[in-house]
């Protein structure tokens, strides 16, 4: 019963970990896509190198036609890097020209509102900055920063703009780097004659970018196409980093597992010798009694691994629907802009897995203390007390 | 009648200590079908070392034993158990039950080891359930069980296997007088009625009186063999 109980405890402490884990993963990509870089983008072949206002679309609608032949969900952006300056301060920062419709089906910006509106007032040269940006540069609804830029043929520019909303992107760094301003205000400041800078598309599964990638390679040629691992090639390293913590966390419990195993049922061989002795002495062969240990285990194994799985199964489905609230460590979380409320997920595949490897755990533990018990000579064995 | 164990020259000598015990030191004996013998001796006299070789569950250092004319000092680990699965049925001092399993499964389980059918295995254990006086206890296990009934049992399971003799180690040293007699009374009936070989280690003067002989070993050496007329 401790055994059962013990390794029951483990399946669930490894699933549960093991859940919460990707559920910070699957958050912090989820964020990542959402808020930065969709499934895939399209730029110039220069912009990676060097985010310069030259280094642009020359006809996007062809990019778009592309895109939505692939049922894409598209946006496009007019890229500046510049500074905003109010009474207060200035501060370096990244404008984006956005068209609010399209990036609202992209990037969903509007759900991050917490205060003023997402360009739904017509007014002049509206402009969306971060709580962040408001706190740092002392700027509220209304206010009227200004906002200076390099144009296309390289003359500084400085142009007054209003903040109308306020959002909140739940991630420090963004929050600090971004403002977003009308598609339209900035084409004609910037001199961009309807060129834009970054075209950016969501389908239904992350999973598909790749394909999405491929084939608008093969429709722009000329122009740089990339997933998002390729856009934030951290997303790839995290996914990596997180597949690596996975088998080691798994390694780690399974070697725990493999040792508890040993032990257990070496006691139990030990405690046994004389009824061992006895039943090789009366002529069960030593191939049996090696098969009889083995499947002692694993049946003991399979009584713990359904419960173990079962508990886990629902921690993970509860929590994941609850959430685990971590708002206390939220600032240190935001920094790497993932939310404060972890909600644990877990595939189908990963229960299936743990539960094949407790198996083989369980298969591997047996074979040192059935190899054992062979090697009782029953003429000893049936005279231990 | 055919001889059943016949040992030649039979010696054992017990190494591990830094001081080797000659355990045996030299036996020559023959026991034919249908006896009812007892290996009587001091102790130290190498009882159990013989029985313990005659039963195939430890090997000579000299000498030759063989069991229904086949030599089993020269069988590998897995033919030996082969061996006392088909030819030797073994009655044990502490009766040696599996504790988890009922008094028939127990009986059972050595006719499962043959691989014998279903129907064979559950006629055979409640006849010899019956034979031995437990018809009634099949379903207990050897916890519920007194030790005489425990060692009825044993002898039930020892008889299972259809084996060419049965080996007793001391069977009476743990049953009181009564248990003990009713015991020897059952296996003598199954010797004279069944014709089964029964070979015994004892001290026990009830079962030494009852032997049709007795073999007295001192020393690892057959001192005396004594051939009574019943």
């Given at each position: 019963?401790?055994?059962?109980?013990a390794?029951?405890?483990?399946?669930?402490?490894?699933?549960f970990?093991?859940?919460?884990?990707?559920?910070?993963?699957?958050s912090y990509?989820?964020?990542?896509i959402?808020?930065?870089?969709?499934?895939v983008?399209?730029?110039?072949?220069?912009?990676?190198?060097?985010n310069?206002?030259?280094?642009?679309?020359?006809?996007?609608?062809?990019?778009?036609?592309?895109?939505e032949?692939?049922?894409l969900?598209?946006?496009s952006?007019?890229?500046?890097?510049?500074?905003?300056?109010s009474s207060?301060?200035?501060?370096?920062?990244?404008?984006?020209?956005?068209?609010?419709?399209?990036?609202?089906?992209?990037t969903?910006?509007?759900?991050f509102?917490?205060?003023?509106s997402?360009f739904?007032?017509?007014t002049r040269?509206?402009?969306?900055?971060?709580?962040?940006?408001?706190?740092?540069l002392?700027?509220?609804?209304r206010?009227?920063?200004?906002?200076?830029?390099?144009t296309?043929d390289?003359e500084?520019?400085?142009?007054?703009?209003?903040?109308?909303g306020?959002?909140?992107y739940?991630?420090?760094?963004?929050?600090?780097?971004?403002?977003?301003?009308?598609?339209?205000?900035?084409?004609?400041?910037?001199?961009?004659?309807?060129?834009?800078?970054?075209?950016?598309?969501?389908?239904?599964?992350?999973?598909?970018?790749?394909?999405?990638r491929?084939a608008?390679?093969?429709?722009?040629?000329?122009l740089?196409?990339?997933?998002?691992?390729?856009?934030?090639p951290?997303?790839?390293?995290?996914?990596?980093?997180?597949?690596?913590?996975?088998?080691?966390?798994?390694?780690?419990?399974?070697?725990?597992?493999i040792?508890?195993?040993?032990?257990?049922?070496l006691m139990?061989?030990?405690?046994?010798?004389?009824?061992?002795?006895?039943l090789?002495?009366?002529?069960?062969?030593?191939?049996?009694v090696?098969?009889?240990?083995m499947?002692e285990?694993?049946?003991l194994?399979?009584?713990?691994?359904?419960?173990?799985?079962?508990?886990?199964?629902?921690t993970v489905?509860w929590?994941?629907?609850v959430?685990?609230?971590l708002?206390?460590?939220?600032?240190?979380?935001?920094?790497?802009?993932?939310?404060?409320?972890i909600?644990?997920?877990?595939?189908l595949?990963?229960?299936?897995?743990?539960?094949?490897?407790?198996?083989?755990?369980?298969?591997i533990?047996?074979?040192?203390?059935?190899?054992?018990?062979?090697r009782?000579?029953?003429?000893?064995?049936?005279?231990?007390? | 009648?055919s001889?059943?164990i016949?040992?030649?020259?039979?010696?054992?000598?017990?190494?591990?200590?830094?001081?080797?015990?000659?355990?045996?030191?030299?036996?020559d004996?023959?026991?034919?079908?249908?006896?009812?013998t007892?290996i009587v001796?001091?102790?130290g006299?190498?009882k159990?070392?013989?029985?313990?070789?005659?039963g195939g569950?430890?090997?000579?250092?000299?000498g030759?034993?063989?069991?229904?004319?086949?030599?089993?000092?020269?069988?590998s680990?897995?033919?030996?158990?082969?061996f006392?699965q088909?030819?030797?049925?073994?009655?044990?001092q502490?009766y040696?039950l599996?504790?988890?399993?009922t008094?028939?499964?127990?009986?059972e389980?050595?006719?499962?080891?043959?691989?014998?059918?279903?129907?064979?295995?559950?006629?055979?254990?409640?006849?010899?359930l019956?034979?031995?006086?437990?018809?009634?206890?099949?379903d207990?296990?050897?916890?519920?069980?007194?030790?005489?009934?425990?060692?009825r049992?044993?002898?039930?399971?020892?008889?299972?296997?259809?084996?060419?003799?049965?080996?007793?180690?001391e069977?009476t040293?743990?049953?009181?007088?009564?248990?003990?007699?009713?015991?020897?009374?059952?296996?003598l009936e199954?010797?004279?009625?069944?014709g089964?070989?029964f070979?015994?280690?004892t001290?026990?003067?009830?079962?030494?009186?009852?032997?049709r002989?007795v073999?007295?070993?001192?020393?690892?050496?057959?001192?005396?063999?004594?051939?009574?007329?019943?």
């Amino acid at each position: 019963m401790v055994v059962i109980t013990a390794m029951a405890l483990g399946i669930w402490s490894l699933l549960f970990i093991l859940g919460f884990s990707h559920g910070i993963a699957g958050s912090y990509m989820r964020n990542t896509i959402d808020t930065q870089t969709s499934h895939v983008q399209v730029h110039h072949p220069d912009w990676k190198e060097d985010n310069e206002v030259k280094y642009s679309i020359a006809l996007p609608a062809d990019v778009q036609s592309e895109m939505e032949k692939l049922q894409l969900q598209t946006c496009s952006r007019i890229i500046a890097n510049g500074m905003i300056a109010s009474s207060r301060q200035a501060r370096a920062i990244q404008v984006r020209g956005i068209d609010p419709k399209d990036e609202a089906l992209v990037t969903g910006l509007q759900n991050f509102m917490v205060e003023g509106s997402y360009f739904e007032k017509k007014t002049r040269n509206p402009i969306l900055i971060s709580t962040r940006m408001a706190e740092l540069l002392k700027l509220k609804i209304r206010s009227k920063p200004v906002i200076t830029l390099t144009t296309m043929d390289g003359e500084i520019t400085a142009n007054a703009f209003k903040v109308v909303g306020i959002f909140d992107y739940k991630n420090t760094m963004l929050n600090e780097a971004l403002v977003f301003v009308l598609n339209k205000d900035l084409d004609p400041i910037l001199g961009m004659n309807g060129k834009v800078h970054e075209m950016a598309a969501k389908g239904e599964d992350s999973a598909l970018a790749k394909q999405y990638r491929d084939a608008l390679k093969s429709g722009l040629p000329g122009l740089l196409v990339e997933s998002f691992e390729e856009v934030a090639p951290e997303l790839a390293m995290f996914r990596t980093q997180m597949m690596q913590n996975t088998a080691i966390l798994t390694s780690i419990v399974m070697l725990a597992l493999i040792f508890g195993i040993i032990n257990t049922m070496l006691m139990a061989v030990l405690e046994r010798q004389r009824e061992l002795g006895v039943l090789m002495a009366v002529g069960m062969k030593k191939g049996n009694v090696f098969l009889m240990v083995m499947l002692e285990t694993v049946f003991l194994a399979l009584i713990a691994l359904p419960i173990g799985l079962l508990i886990a199964f629902a921690t993970v489905s509860w929590l994941g629907k609850v959430g685990v609230d971590l708002s206390r460590y939220s600032d240190g979380l935001k920094n790497f802009g993932m939310s404060a409320v972890i909600h644990p997920e877990l595939g189908l595949h990963m229960y299936i897995y743990i539960g094949l490897a407790v198996v083989v755990t369980a298969l591997i533990g047996a074979i040192y203390p059935s190899l054992k018990a062979i090697r009782l000579r029953p003429v000893e064995a049936i005279r231990k007390v | 009648m055919s001889v059943v164990i016949e040992t030649k020259a039979l010696e054992k000598i017990y190494s591990e200590s830094k001081f080797p015990v000659h355990a045996l030191r030299g036996v020559d004996l023959q026991v034919h079908k249908g006896e009812f013998t007892a290996i009587v001796g001091p102790s130290g006299s190498g009882k159990t070392t013989l029985l313990n070789i005659i039963g195939g569950l430890d090997r000579p250092t000299k000498g030759r034993i063989s069991v229904g004319g086949v030599d089993i000092a020269h069988l590998s680990d897995n033919e030996l158990i082969e061996f006392r699965q088909k030819n030797i049925g073994f009655v044990f001092q502490s009766y040696n039950l599996i504790p988890v399993l009922t008094a028939k499964e127990n009986v059972e389980f050595i006719m499962l080891l043959q691989n014998r059918s279903k129907e064979e295995r559950i006629r055979r254990t409640e006849s010899l359930l019956n034979r031995v006086g437990l018809g009634d206890r099949m379903d207990n296990r050897p916890g519920e069980m007194s030790g005489g009934q425990q060692q009825r049992v044993a002898v039930a399971r020892a008889l299972a296997s259809s084996p060419q003799f049965i080996l007793a180690d001391e069977p009476t040293a743990n049953l009181d007088s009564k248990t003990a007699g009713s015991l020897l009374d059952m296996m003598l009936e199954m010797n004279r009625e069944e014709g089964t070989t029964f070979v015994f280690s004892t001290h026990d003067s009830r079962v030494i009186r009852r032997a049709r002989r007795v073999i007295t070993l001192v020393d690892g050496l057959i001192d005396s063999d004594e051939i009574r007329e019943q």
